[in-house]
């Protein structure tokens, strides 16, 4: 079935450095995508979305780049703080739109290093 | 706080009993979702109810039972579960918007 997945399981980086994490996404008609940061003990908590018509878009210290010919998704997180520490997954909405429905990656973990 | 409550945080049962899950939200959305979430992959949808009405029910076992009795209000059902239903069992809500917001989340643990 199709699935959404991420390159690395685990990501190390030292405070104050900026975090890239990656994400392929399996169908080429997704029209919409959402980054999720999951904190221990708590529910998916959204970070930042872009539509399949945008390359890029910036949240406070949150960029999302979309490059559709390769089916590729990424996060980048600058200036990586403690508070960043989870896990990261992202999410696509296959078409038919509008139905609610996405498909989630496996997950990202984020670890901060002091 | 994202708006949206799950009871209970925790549960443990055995395979012969029955208990459910309880959802509510605050935000007015229409949508309402049930994911299961198991160690090292990825959410998994199991129900989407919209307007009070399933619209999705993504292969999921009869033993889990969905009720939606308004748009703020999600349960789930539970009876004669096995080990590998252990998972963590997260609801959403959602408008048009497209964006979902989270519960915290009911860890289940199936003896």
């Known amino acids: 079935g199709e699935s959404v997945g991420l390159h690395l399981p685990t990501l190390s980086v030292q405070e104050g450095d900026n975090s890239i994490i990656n994400c392929a996404y399996s169908n080429s008609a997704s029209d919409y995508f959402i980054w999720y940061k999951q904190e221990s003990g708590k529910g998916p908590q959204f970070i930042i979305d872009?539509?399949?018509?945008?390359d890029k878009r910036q949240g406070q210290r949150v960029t999302v780049l979309l490059n559709k010919t390769v089916k590729h998704l990424s996060l980048q997180i600058a200036a990586t703080q403690p508070g960043d520490s989870a896990v990261y997954f992202c999410a696509e909405n296959p078409p038919p739109s509008g139905t609610y429905k996405y498909i989630f990656g496996t997950g990202t973990r984020l670890k901060v290093l002091a | 706080e994202t708006g949206v409550t799950q009871t209970p945080r925790h549960l443990v049962m055995g395979m012969t009993n029955k208990k459910s899950l309880k959802c509510e939200q605050h935000?007015?959305?229409?949508?309402m979702y049930w994911y299961k979430q198991s160690a090292k992959k990825p959410l998994e949808l199991m129900f989407v109810?919209?307007?009070?009405?399933?619209?999705e029910n993504n292969s999921v076992p009869s033993r889990f039972s969905p009720e939606c009795p308004n748009s703020s209000h999600l349960f789930l059902h539970l009876h004669t579960l096995q080990p590998e239903d252990s998972a963590l069992y997260l609801c959403?809500?959602?408008?048009?918007?497209?964006?979902?917001?989270f519960g915290p989340g009911t860890r289940l643990t199936v003896t």
């Open positions: 872009i539509r399949s018509n945008m």
């Open positions: 109810y919209n307007f009070k009405e399933q619209t």
């Open positions: 959403a809500s959602g408008d048009k918007s497209y964006e979902q917001y």
């Open positions: 935000l007015g959305h229409n949508a």
